[in-house]
């Protein structure tokens, strides 16, 4: 047996092609973060400012409209800036459709390409894998919550499916 089975036998050569394809997409959305022109609520800014004042004051980010879950995590990285939170957003955003791609295929998908392709490909979740809002975490907290229940793994699942309702309010229902 190699090292590379031994240290982790669980990554299939459709898992590392996956990985592969994670990574091209994290440079498209990139990429096209340049490009994009952006759109007219300039919310992300705000929520940017927001992040960088919960340091002098950690009240900014409690209640419904600050959406409290996804500012705790999103505090640190935007202590780097602006711009490393298009990387970290398009960062999640493309790892989100691997776990697209792996929650279908754990499943038993025979379509499991085909699910990374449409989420990597879905025009809206272009537009948001780069931007400010809390809809891309969202999208990946939701994604990570289905991965670990499709490993059965049901209490994990249901803690981090708990915290999806201090990141929007819309999750509370879940």
Same mark, same amino acid.
């Given at each position: ?70 500012? %705790?995590? !999103? ?5 780097? +800036?602006? =711009? #490393? ?6 960062? $999640? *955003?493309?790892?989100?459709?691997? %776990?697209? !791609? ?5 499943? +038993?998908? =025979? #379509? ?6 449409? $989420? *990597? ?24 919550? $289905? ?25 509370? $229902?879940?």
């Amino acid at each position: 047996m190699t090292a590379s089975k031994t240290l982790n036998p669980r990554i299939s050569s459709d898992d590392k092609k996956a990985l592969w394809l994670t990574g091209v997409v994290f440079l498209c959305y990139t990429a096209y973060s340049f490009l994009s022109k952006g759109f007219y609520q300039h919310d992300e800014i705000g929520h940017y400012f927001n992040m960088r004042e919960f340091w002098k004051n950690p009240n900014i980010i409690l209640g419904n409209s600050p959406k409290t879950g996804y500012k %705790l995590i !999103y505090v640190i990285p935007s202590l780097l +800036g602006n =711009k #490393f939170l298009v990387y970290f957003n398009a960062a $999640l *955003a493309a790892f989100a459709c691997f %776990l697209t !791609y792996k929650v279908a295929q754990r499943i +038993g998908s =025979k #379509f499991a390409w085909l699910a990374f392709f449409m $989420l *990597a490909l879905q025009p809206y979740w272009i537009q948001l894998s780069f931007r400010n809002y809390a809809d891309t975490f969202s999208g990946f907290v939701l994604l990570v919550a $289905l991965y670990f229940h499709s490993e059965k793994k049901y209490v994990a699942s249901s803690l981090i499916l708990s915290y999806a309702g201090i990141i929007r309010q819309e999750f509370l $229902l879940l």
